[in-house]
């Protein structure tokens, strides 16, 4: 266990770091995958496993195979989902991680043992591991994490943009501030990141335009009754999805 | 002050409940204002004030004007931009409406007294009384608060239509609760005036859809920077509008 920062420069420290190391917990920002890589992979041992705790897994994957090479197998890659908008080392809980998933994307080139031990370092801070391919955990985050941020931004960006913005602030209320605050914590969107983390969302935002136009056309032709099967539909989802949330905390 | 329901199909009881009174606070669905004041219409003395609380304010001043006839003046537009999620008198909160905005769109019918006096009624629990007229109240309120519920109706419904709706909800977390939360508490959306609301939205998700294919082309351009200046520019402006919001809240 290395407990103080090592400089990326010092040759002699990074190889006396990652002497005997078990394990590497790559945790960077998804643009910085590649060059970081480079860096340690001089260093690394034969047996140590490298994992990363990146939000997206597929540009994560090649950016990995760019660095490592035929060292491939030693990287299992993973996607931690807790954080928190608070960051350093005073801002650590004991909890973070009870009952929240963390996917791991395992590639052909990774041992089974490999997978196994990345899955119990997990677990015993109490996370729930899950087995996803790449491309599929890009998809499901896309949807669930990417576009509300992008729909968030978009929201936030159009009101700036209208004459009238100052006036419109000054009457947004609590709903505007739950339906922004995605877009006010996130760190990752802020870095050189910004465009990688965007394109995973470009299916859904297109899927996202057609429910939006389908919501337009209902609006046009004052067909309330379409319009009230869908945020009924919605909201009914969204109170089971809330439940079943509220179970898993409750079972902490 | 009348502290007891009266029944509407009671034409004695309504009789003696509109007997001389000061105001009619109006809270009803907003796509029942023309029925209820018909209803009440032949109760009504000539010096009673009405005034309402729906979040629409164009098409009530129609259903109010077709209601009402030549005594429209003793109308006046309000909208209260205040609620709770609980309903019922046990969810009353005394301090619900202090700093809070409430607009009156007068109508060029009414006495100024009119409107003076129900200012000052909504200055007793402490609102902000702002003076705006009817279309722009819609277009203002369709920018932070209705577009906002349709578009995380739309992000839900999207997920719903997808073949793995189950998986992403499984991953859905603190961000897609609090995007999605506008659309948990929208009893308005549920009634038969949801498209009255949603097409409040028009013009604003026309525009939205604009800023979202900006987006989507610097996405497939890869133009990082660009992305960045949106998503940097919005999370100022969020975070300026909070503290503005905070200030206000401080200063009760």
Same mark, same amino acid.
């Given at each position: 266990m290395i407990d103080r920062a090592v400089s990326l420069s010092d040759d002699a420290a990074l190889r006396e770091a990652l002497a005997g190391a078990d394990?590497?917990?790559?945790?960077?920002?998804?643009?910085? $995958?590649?060059?970081?890589?480079?860096?340690?992979a001089p260093f690394l041992e034969a047996g140590t496993?490298? $994992?990363?705790?990146?939000?997206?897994?597929?540009?994560?994957?090649?950016?990995?195979?760019? *660095?490592?090479? &035929? /060292?491939? %197998? @030693?990287?299992?890659p993973g996607h931690p989902i807790a954080g928190r908008e608070a960051r350093g080392p005073d801002a650590a809980l004991l909890d973070l991680y009870v009952n929240r998933n963390v996917v791991l994307c395992p590639l052909s080139e990774n041992r089974p043992e490999a997978v196994e031990r990345v899955a119990a370092m997990w677990h015993t801070p109490g996370a729930c591991v899950r087995g996803m391919a790449s491309g599929q955990?890009?998809?499901?985050?896309?949807?669930?994490?990417?576009l509300p941020h992008v729909l968030s931004f978009a #929201?936030?960006?159009?009101? #700036?943009?209208?004459?009238? *913005?100052? #006036?419109?602030?000054?009457?947004a209320a609590?709903?505007?501030?739950?339906? $922004?605050?995605i877009a006010a914590s996130s760190p990752e969107c802020g870095a050189t990141s910004a465009w990688r983390i965007a394109r995973r969302c470009l299916p859904n935002s297109t899927t996202n335009t057609a429910v939006l136009a389908r919501l337009r056309a209902a609006i046009e032709? %004052?067909? %309330?009754?379409? #319009? =009230?099967?869908?945020?009924? /539909?919605?909201?009914?989802? /969204?109170? &089971?999805? @809330? =439940?079943?949330?509220s179970a898993g905390d409750a079972s902490k």
């Amino acid at each position: 266990m290395i407990d103080r920062a090592v400089s990326l420069s010092d040759d002699a420290a990074l190889r006396e770091a990652l002497a005997g190391a078990d394990f590497v917990l790559f945790a960077a920002p998804v643009a910085q $995958t590649q060059s970081l890589l480079e860096r340690i992979a001089p260093f690394l041992e034969a047996g140590t496993i490298i $994992t990363d705790a990146g939000s997206t897994k597929s540009d994560v994957v090649a950016a990995a195979r760019a *660095a490592l090479g &035929e /060292r491939i %197998g @030693q990287f299992v890659p993973g996607h931690p989902i807790a954080g928190r908008e608070a960051r350093g080392p005073d801002a650590a809980l004991l909890d973070l991680y009870v009952n929240r998933n963390v996917v791991l994307c395992p590639l052909s080139e990774n041992r089974p043992e490999a997978v196994e031990r990345v899955a119990a370092m997990w677990h015993t801070p109490g996370a729930c591991v899950r087995g996803m391919a790449s491309g599929q955990h890009d998809r499901v985050l896309a949807s669930v994490s990417h576009l509300p941020h992008v729909l968030s931004f978009a #929201l936030v960006e159009q009101i #700036l943009n209208s004459p009238d *913005a100052a #006036l419109k602030f000054s009457f947004a209320a609590g709903g505007f501030r739950d339906f $922004t605050r995605i877009a006010a914590s996130s760190p990752e969107c802020g870095a050189t990141s910004a465009w990688r983390i965007a394109r995973r969302c470009l299916p859904n935002s297109t899927t996202n335009t057609a429910v939006l136009a389908r919501l337009r056309a209902a609006i046009e032709a %004052g067909d %309330g009754a379409a #319009l =009230e099967a869908v945020f009924a /539909r919605s909201r009914v989802a /969204r109170s &089971e999805w @809330q =439940e079943h949330r509220s179970a898993g905390d409750a079972s902490k």
